[in-house]
């Protein structure tokens, strides 16, 4: 049981590259989550999906697309790499129910935009 | 969406010493979670609070959840290295959608 995986661990992107982070969970959850971390900010959620093909947008999606074909992934893409898209990403499922619901996050995607 | 503040924003202290963090926010909280995040990993949830005035206990973490549900402190007594991390209060801004609202953080660095 892997939980939450994402990939790459680090990219380096150019401006105005385009990339796609992996996100894969093997928890069987429907809820999955990004979110974006930035230095002393906490964490925006970017995106999220109750579904396999529902999705809809967090805090901050400007700038992000993401699709959900199947229940274990959740693929973020960004089309045009700008230096505020600099950050660490998270990608996190929802599981547990109650007082023990809580997200799974993966290990996370450090972005440069240069 | 309901702010969530945080502080100290940065501690540190040495090996054995007890430090208390808090959590605040105007509006009341239906519910509020700890999370703990370690260098280079992503937040791993440590506690969630429901009911006003409750204190849970995890080893060497207290949390209490205020009386009136707008407000949370994380105390660790006897701190070792091992608690080192990034602490995180979050509280779901989305009802069923549980979306989750982060306030940004309590940087604890624990010295040997």
């Known amino acids: 049981n892997a939980g939450v995986t994402q990939t790459p661990k680090f990219r380096i992107l150019k401006i105005g590259q385009s990339m796609t982070l992996q996100c894969t969970q093997d928890m069987n959850h429907n809820y999955m989550y990004w979110y974006r971390q930035d230095p002393g900010m906490g964490l925006k959620l970017i995106y999220y999906s109750v579904g396999a093909g529902i999705t809809d947008k967090g805090e901050v999606p400007n700038g992000y697309n993401v699709s959900r074909s199947t229940t274990e992934d959740f693929p973020l893409r960004l089309e045009l790499a700008a230096p505020s898209q600099t950050s660490v990403y998270f990608c996190?499922?929802?599981?547990?129910?109650?007082?023990?619901?809580?997200?799974?996050f993966g290990p996370g995607t450090r972005l440069l935009v240069l | 969406t309901q702010l969530l503040e945080q502080s100290p924003q940065f501690l540190s202290i040495q090996e054995g010493e007890n430090l208390t963090v808090y959590c605040n926010s105007s509006s009341v909280f239906s519910s509020l979670q700890w999370y703990r995040q370690e260098p280079g990993e992503g937040p791993v949830l440590l506690v969630t609070v429901v009911t006003g005035g409750e204190v849970k206990k995890l080893k060497r973490l207290t949390f209490q959840f205020g009386d009136a549900r707008k407000d949370s402190s994380l105390h660790i007594t006897a701190a070792q290295p091992g608690d080192t991390g990034l602490y995180l209060c979050?509280?779901?801004?989305?009802?069923?959608?549980?979306?989750?609202?982060f306030g940004k953080g309590t940087l604890l660095t624990v010295n040997p």
């Open positions: 979050a509280q779901n801004s989305g009802g069923s959608n549980y979306k989750l609202t």
């Open positions: 996190a499922s929802r599981g547990g129910l109650g007082e023990a619901e809580t997200q799974y």
